[in-house]
């Protein structure tokens, strides 16, 4: 009776374990909200950005390894791109159209402090075929204080995603766009 007893709770306990660690990064964290967002604002390119293309991301697969998917990176990056100003009204294409593409997720395979480093590739699409490129790379880092590896893995992909969208838009305030 003991050991039926025991083994149950020990197939609830890895259920619950396992549960959570094949689901995607959250969204809100990776987004940036307007008090950490970079303090200037370019102002040639004030509601005047759209996102056009988004590409190179994953979704999150069955083997428990968190991804990034298009859709959310799009979806944060717009968040943050209208938190600092650049977005252009919805429905209206913007003067200067974004594309990019998420290059790499580079994660480390165990250890205490997970680093994950994130590489995207921003192309700022202007007027008569001008463009601006943007290569950034940003580590976001999860400690043991983070629970669970799922959680530490989750938590390492949305801060390295969301300081890789804050470099981009201080490389973006410090251009000077004609």
């Known amino acids: 009776m003991f050991v ?57 697969n069955a083997y428990w390894i968190s991804k990034i998917d298009n859709e959310r990176f799009k979806s944060e990056l717009e968040q943050s791109m209208n938190a600092m100003g ?10 200067y159209q974004l594309d990019d593409t998420l290059q790499y997720l580079d994660k480390p395979s165990f250890g205490d402090t997970l680093n994950f480093r994130s590489s995207v590739f921003y192309t700022l699409n202007g007027e008569n075929g001008k463009k601006i490129t943007f290569p950034v790379t940003a580590v976001g880092t999860a400690t043991t204080s983070d629970t669970f590896l799922a959680d530490r893995e989750r938590n390492a992909d949305y801060r390295s995603i969301k300081e890789n969208i804050n470099l981009f838009l201080m490389n973006l305030s410090e251009q000077i766009i004609r």
Do not use: F, W
């Open 86 to 95: 650049y977005l252009a009204p919805k429905g209206i294409a913007g003067k």
């Open 4 to 60: 039926q007893q025991l083994r149950h709770r020990l197939l609830i306990l890895v259920t619950v374990v396992v549960a959570g660690c094949a689901t995607p990064a959250p969204q809100k964290p990776m987004s940036l909200g307007i008090p950490e967002t970079p303090a200037k604002l370019n102002p040639a390119l004030k509601g005047h950005v759209s996102v056009r293309n988004v590409s190179g991301g994953q979704d999150t």
